[in-house]
């Protein structure tokens, strides 16, 4: 028989993947405007960084309630403590969206600086990351491919280093190229955050799966 809180449950459980498809969203959009040189859509991006908030917020108060009222235990306990930390990880994608979006702005009064080729690979792989992240809330047997998204945080954190190396050439060889040069950094860096933060949500999402903390066990996170 359904238990009369199961509907409470599904229901914190689609806040957090609809928060989820919002944050992915502004990242892919701050990228969009980034490309583009499109400032009014980098715009509309930090504007509507206030509907991530609220999410957070409302998740945290569903949690809680939740805890004082039906006093859960094991998995369904599991399951609340892991949404408000992944809820809190996508508020942080937000935010790192809305920054992307500010510099986009800062850069599309200027020429480009270099093909963006490193920065729409490093956010196709990030996004991607974040994605199969919150799949694995919806799935059962999550392990494999939470697994999979932890192994390709080292591919971003390459990238990451590689654009930096490039970046910092320009800057050498070509000081005018200075602020544009540390604006993609910055940018390049927020990407970085992004699939740190995908980490961080599929090792919860193992956590939530089997009860085993992963964070600090390096051989089950390499292949």
């Given at each position: ?128 990351m974040l994605r199969d992240a919150l799949d694995c809330f919806l799935e059962a047997d999550n392990q494999a491919k939470a697994l999979s998204v932890i192994r390709r945080d080292s591919e971003v954190d390459q990238l990451n280093k590689q654009l930096y190396r490039e970046l ?56």
């Amino acid at each position: 028989m359904k238990r009369f809180f199961d509907t409470e449950l599904e229901t914190f459980r689609s806040r957090l993947v609809l928060m989820g498809g919002k944050a992915i969203e502004h990242v892919r959009l701050a990228l969009r405007a980034l490309t583009e040189s499109d400032a009014a859509l980098a715009q509309n991006v930090i504007s509507a960084d206030d509907e991530i908030d609220r999410l957070e917020i409302a998740i945290d108060d569903e949690a809680v309630r939740y805890m004082n009222l039906r006093a859960p235990i094991a998995t369904d306990l599991r399951l609340v403590i892991v949404g408000m930390k992944a809820s809190h990880d996508l508020e942080r994608v937000g935010d790192e969206a809305t920054g992307i979006a500010k510099r986009a702005i800062r850069l599309a009064s200027g020429p480009p600086l270099k093909p963006c080729i490193d920065i729409p690979r490093m956010a196709s792989i990030a996004l991607e990351m974040l994605r199969d992240a919150l799949d694995c809330f919806l799935e059962a047997d999550n392990q494999a491919k939470a697994l999979s998204v932890i192994r390709r945080d080292s591919e971003v954190d390459q990238l990451n280093k590689q654009l930096y190396r490039e970046l910092s050439s320009f800057m050498i060889e070509r000081p005018d190229t200075i602020s544009r040069a540390l604006e993609l950094m910055f940018i390049s860096k927020s990407l970085e955050r992004i699939a740190d933060h995908a980490t961080n949500i599929a090792e919860e999402m193992v956590y939530l799966a089997q009860a085993r903390d992963i964070r600090h066990a390096p051989e089950l996170k390499n292949p």
